[in-house]
């Protein structure tokens, strides 16, 4: 099981003066003259109610208990004052999976070389660099090359 986080939908002054102090109280870069706002400061504590809840779950993965059965039941949640806030302005979710699997046995084609190419020459050029470019089509039967100049940025 993967979470990410997200904002509750409708918040405005959500929290009391009160509350803010309380939600910024341990966090280092919540400073009166570098305050990131409520959303994000949320999103720090969620960061680490997250890091808690796999550490718990890799601590009952030593024991014996089966990762996804038990990440499937075991939720992140909150222990302290501002996490609790936390809950009022974030939430939990699981993103749909994109990826069901993936094929590793990929065969490079000319199209794929020829952009592996291009990103080695990239990778080699200094900043500033002139560079000369030709774009070929993916129809690499005909001879349709353009060819250009640019300088890496």
Not at 29 to 55: P, T
Not at 120 to 132: C, E, F, K, S
Request: proline share 2%.
């Amino acid at each position: 099981m993967y979470y990410e986080v997200q904002a509750k939908q409708g918040l405005v002054n959500a929290l009391t003066d009160e509350e803010k102090r309380i939600l910024r109280k341990d966090l280092e870069v919540c400073k009166n003259d570098n305050d990131l706002g409520d959303i994000y400061a949320a999103k720090i504590w969620a960061g680490h109610m997250l890091a808690r809840w796999r550490d718990d779950i890799e601590k009952a993965v030593d024991k014996g208990n089966n990762r996804d059965e038990y990440s499937s039941i075991l939720k992140p949640g909150a222990t302290t004052e501002a996490e609790k806030l936390v809950l009022t302005l974030i939430e939990f979710f699981c993103p749909p999976s994109c990826v069901a699997t993936i094929d590793l046995m990929q065969t490079e084609d000319k199209e794929f070389k020829k952009c592996e190419d291009t990103v080695q020459i990239l990778n080699g050029t200094a900043l500033g660099d002139g560079i000369t470019l030709t774009y070929y089509s993916s129809d690499s039967d005909k001879d349709d090359s353009v060819k250009g100049t640019a300088t890496k940025l």
